[in-house]
């Protein structure tokens, strides 16, 4: 079944380097997302590319979508403690009348001090 | 402008007793998703409710229920619990399409 699949499954930087994690997909979507979860608690909506954009930025965030590779990736840039978490990617897709979010695994993100 | 809140923050059960978990969306939402987070798995789809009406369903048992009031509040209910359901339950809210945003989550232990 098509689902969004996070690479790597863990990373671990040091405080102020840049964080790189990658999505991939098998089917035609509408839009990516990335969402952030600390600690087993909820999820925050980080950002969301359609699939006629290329690239967004928010913040110290950078999401870029190549759709003929079917991958995204999420860039952290000058990573801080804080920054540590699980991220997650989202991929709608359209399922018959209705969209469907198919989730990913997550990359855990740890940025030590 | 208050978030997605659910309700308990925890909840322990033992196998064979049934389990309501309860959400409130952002107000003005219409379209609310329960998830399932089980240790070591990603984010499963569970149920989709919007306007009332259940929209889609995740590959789950019958068991697994719910409904969408009036208010657009929603209830998750799992009959005969068993000890795989043990897991983060997650609510979340839209108004159409796109961003979801989530609620902090119910965990549900069964003994």
């Keep these: 079944s098509q689902q969004g699949e996070e690479d790597p499954q863990a990373l671990s930087i040091q405080e102020g380097e840049n964080a ?18 600390n600690s087993g608690r909820g999820l925050v909506h980080l950002i969301l590319i359609r ?18 590779k079917k991958s995204s990736s999420l860039l952290i840039t000058a990573s801080r403690a804080a920054d540590t978490a699980s991220y997650f990617c989202a991929t709608e897709i359209n399922a ?5 979010l198919i989730w990913g695994l997550g990359t855990s993100l740890a940025v030590n001090p | 402008e208050a978030g997605v809140t659910q309700s308990p923050t925890h909840l322990i059960k033992t196998r064979g007793q049934q389990a309501t978990l309860r959400c409130s969306p952002i107000s003005g939402h219409t379209s609310v998703y329960w998830y ?7 984010l499963q789809f569970l149920l989709w409710y919007d306007e009332g009406e259940e929209r889609n369903r995740g590959n789950f048992p019958p068991r697994f229920s719910g409904r969408q009031f009036p208010n657009y ?8 619990l068993e000890l795989e359901d043990s897991a983060l339950y997650l609510c979340a809210s839209s108004l159409g399409a796109d961003t979801q945003y989530f609620g902090p989550g119910t965990r549900l232990t069964v003994l």
């Design chain 1, 20 to 37: 790189t994690m990658n999505c991939s997909y098998k089917t035609s979507i509408n839009n990516l997302q990335w969402y952030r979860q």
């Design chain 1, 51 to 68: 699939s006629n954009e290329r690239e967004k930025h928010s913040g110290r965030l950078r999401v870029t979508l190549d759709t003929s």
């Design chain 1, 96 to 100: 018959g009348n209705n969209r469907k």
């Design chain 2, 36 to 42: 399932q987070q089980a240790l070591g798995l990603g």
């Design chain 2, 73 to 80: 509040s929603s209830e998750l209910n799992v009959n005969a």
